[in-house]
């Protein structure tokens, strides 16, 4: 029989116990709707995820020290590897040969300084950091008051909104509520603020070389320029970019070229200076990579060229295998429900064929092959399972929505921004139904090997 | 076409074990069927008649013996050639008529086209013809629920027509239908013999409906063929012979 004619008989045949085969069409619909809800939800929440980790830098980013310098960010390999005395020198040679890796998207170097800011002419002290452009679509500066800079070189400052509290003699009380980031940029945002900080002159004198630079401090020939530089407050973060830096974060944010160009004093200049000469020395690097699954290659790199590396790569490897573990449960529990549809659809057909022997029996009678029945229902089978695909994918679909709006108002009415945790992309939509089908058609084989095989005298002999 | 022989049986045999007993339904028969004829097979119930027919229609295969139809081996051909075979050599018609409750009449009667594989246009027009042929052409789109038990067998002898067998096989197709009916099929059965040319060879326990219609009368007893005579007018019984005038 042709397809068009099995379609069409199938359909008829559907149609005739039309009870029962939508109750097991909804079955299917069922299993479907759990396998592409269960599904979706875990693709979704993997997407959300890996946005955030993109956008918080957390996972992509290589920290990169000098083995010289002890007190870095250095957790790991401090023991083996060259030591302290034939490590390189972490400069802007170094920084450029980094940036040429192959994945690294920029490296820049990790400015970072305590000094004193200037207030209305009230002296606060604050460890102040330097920002690349990139940091622009950091998620830590959603929520901010303002805008970021409006160049990499601008003389201007944003600030964490704890230390605007702290410029507006607003101390924070324990218990009391977070203060509203909004009311504490608005006196804020356009002033200015006065850095006062210590400027690194150029020292062209190369006698000071040592194998111990940091003895050679006090008699190293350079000079200590104390400079003011005028920063106008174009934001105020809500959260805290650097939370994860603990003690040392920093509450004021500067443009990374501007604070460059300032040359202030960092305190491996202490040390490193000497044998720098002209060039930069920077206490660490931040090495931006483009696809946080390329971070091991990258450090490795890295390493080799004698620096010390620090990742959350662990971190991100866990979450990976995280992932694949919901998937494999999601997408367990989800088929579990298709399964059980398709024992509906064995029984459904087993069924058929009981009733529907004298039917089988006179097709054959009158010409039908072994192959034409069995076609039959399968075709059946199929369209059983290509309307619950179908129908479940919608269902499935819909759930999905439901719980997305439900959380999303939830969300809302914790005044926390909306999220997108449900995903159904298209290769789920097709892959949901082509497995009903699949697993409708092989429900099928029993029953359809079932009725092919039947005796038609057999069939045809009882009323 | 007289003279070549549509159907040959010989030494048939199907045995059906039950148990400890062995059921010998069709036990050894021999005979053969000329193209062209109209064969009555005859005998009382459960003397083999329906088996000997499903053998020759390719329903069944035999236990031992040989049915040769068309010069087709039966018991040789697979499960497909026999389905084909059903398909285009033989037309069947049975006591409980056996049309698909679900469809229409158009629907029941073109069914062996669509395993034919023939085209929906072509379907439809040779469905309405030989609904026509059987005078219900005006009840194609009725479901068989709706028809009388004639008409039913009618429709049947439609469907079994629909492939232009040569071979009509009947298995009692009167037996569920009045006599005025049962005269109504019979006469269309004798039209297909002699308008068409179809070999028919139909199972009765009527003797009279045999000696009526059949150009030849096979008798069978426990399976075994105990008489095999042409329907002359000498062996009919003369008050018999005036209703075939
Ligand atoms: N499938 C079967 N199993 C056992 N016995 C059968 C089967 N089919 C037919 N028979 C037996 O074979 C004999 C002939 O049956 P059948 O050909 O139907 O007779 P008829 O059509 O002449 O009434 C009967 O005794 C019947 O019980
Ligand atoms: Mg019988």
């Known amino acids: ?463 | 076409m007289r003279g070549t022989v549509a159907i040959r049986s010989e030494n048939l045999c199907r045995h059906y074990r039950m148990g400890e007993t062995l059921i010998r339904a069709v036990d050894g028969v021999s005979l053969q069927v000329p193209a062209g004829e109209f064969v009555a097979l005859l005998g009382s119930s459960g003397s083999g008649k329906s088996s000997i027919l499903n053998l020759i229609a390719g329903l069944d295969r035999p236990t031992s013996g040989s049915v040769i139809v068309q010069d087709r081996d039966l018991a040789k051909l697979s499960r497909e050639d026999l389905a084909k075979y059903r398909l285009y050599v033989v037309g069947m018609v049975f006591q409980s008529f056996n049309l698909i409750a679900s469809m229409t009449l158009a629907e029941n009667v073109e069914l062996p086209l669509r395993f034919a594989e023939v085209e929906r246009g072509k379907r439809d027009s040779l469905a309405a013809e030989a609904l026509e042929r059987v005078g219900l052409k005006a009840r194609m789109h009725h479901r068989p629920s709706e028809l009388s038990g004639g008409e039913q067998q009618r429709a049947a002898l439609a469907r079994a027509l629909i492939n232009q067998p040569k071979i009509l096989l009947a298995d009692e197709p009167t037996g569920n239908l009045d006599s005025r009916t049962g005269t109504e099929i019979m006469n269309l059965v004798q039209s297909f013999n002699q308008d068409l040319g179809m070999t028919v060879v139909m199972v009765t326990h009527e003797r009279a409906l045999a000696e009526r219609y059949a150009q030849r009368m096979i008798f069978l007893a426990d399976g075994k063929l105990v008489d095999d005579r042409p329907n002359t007018p000498s062996a009919v019984e003369p008050s018999l012979q005036g209703g075939r005038a």
Do not use: C
């Open chain 1, 1 to 463: 029989m042709k397809i068009p004619d099995l379609t069409e008989l199938a359909l008829r045949n559907l149609r005739e116990s039309i009870l029962r085969n939508s109750l097991t069409t909804v079955g299917i619909s069922v299993g479907v709707a759990s396998l592409v809800a269960m599904l979706s939800l875990g693709i979704g929440l993997q997407q959300m995820a890996s946005r955030r980790l993109m956008k918080s830098g957390l996972f992509d980013t290589v920290v990169v020290t000098s083995r010289r310098d002890a007190r870095g960010m250095s957790r790991e390999d401090e023991r083996s590897g060259p030591t302290p005395g034939e490590s390189r020198i972490l400069d802007e040679a170094a920084r450029s040969q980094i940036e040429k890796l192959p994945n690294v998207s920029e490296a820049y170097p990790d400015i970072r300084f305590a000094t004193e800011l200037r207030f209305e002419d009230k002296p606060h002290m604050s460890m102040i950091s330097a920002l690349p452009e990139s940091a622009r679509s950091n998620d830590a500066f959603e929520g901010m008051q303002g805008s970021f800079f409006s160049s990499d070189a601008s003389p201007e400052a944003i600030l964490q909104k704890s230390f605007a509290e702290e410029l507006l003699g607003k101390t924070p009380r324990l218990g009391a509520p977070e203060p509203n980031v909004a009311e504490l940029a608005k006196p804020l945002l356009g002033k200015e603020l006065t850095m006062v900080y210590a400027q690194r002159a150029t020292s062209t004198d190369d006698t000071a070389a040592s194998s111990n630079p940091a003895n050679e401090v006090m008699g190293a020939s350079y000079s200590v320029v104390s400079r003011e530089q005028k920063l106008k407050i174009v934001g105020v973060a809500d959260l805290d970019p650097e939370s994860m830096r603990g003690p040392t974060r920093a509450k004021v944010f500067l443009p990374l070229h501007l604070a460059e160009s300032l040359h202030v004093m960092q305190p491996t200049d202490l040390r490193e200076i000497a044998r720098a000469g002209d060039q930069p020395v920077y206490s660490s690097i931040s090495v931006r990579v483009k696809n946080p699954s390329r971070v091991q290659e990258v450090e490795d790199a890295i390493k080799k060229m004698g620096f010390t590396t620090f990742s959350i790569l662990d971190a991100s490897r866990g979450l990976r295998q995280f992932f694949a573990v919901l998937y494999a449960f999601l997408g367990i529990f989800g088929s579990l429900a298709l399964m059980v549809a398709s024992i509906g659809i064995v029984n459904t057909l087993v069924m058929a064929i009981l009733e529907r022997r004298r039917e089988i029996g006179i097709m054959k009678a009158i010409g039908a092959s072994d192959g034409d029945v069995k076609k039959l229902f399968f075709a059946e089978a199929g369209a059983m399972g290509i309307l619950g695909g179908i129908v479940g994918v919608g269902l499935g679909w819909a759930i999905g929505q439901v719980i997305n709006i439900g959380t999303n108002v939830y969300l809302k009415r914790q005044s926390l921004p909306p999220e997108h945790f449900w995903a159904v992309p298209w290769w789920l939509v097709g892959g949901a139904i082509a497995f009903a089908f699949v697993v409708s058609l092989a429900s099928g084989l029993y029953p359809a090997g079932r009725a092919a095989r039947l005796d038609p005298v057999q069939a045809l002999r009882y009323e």
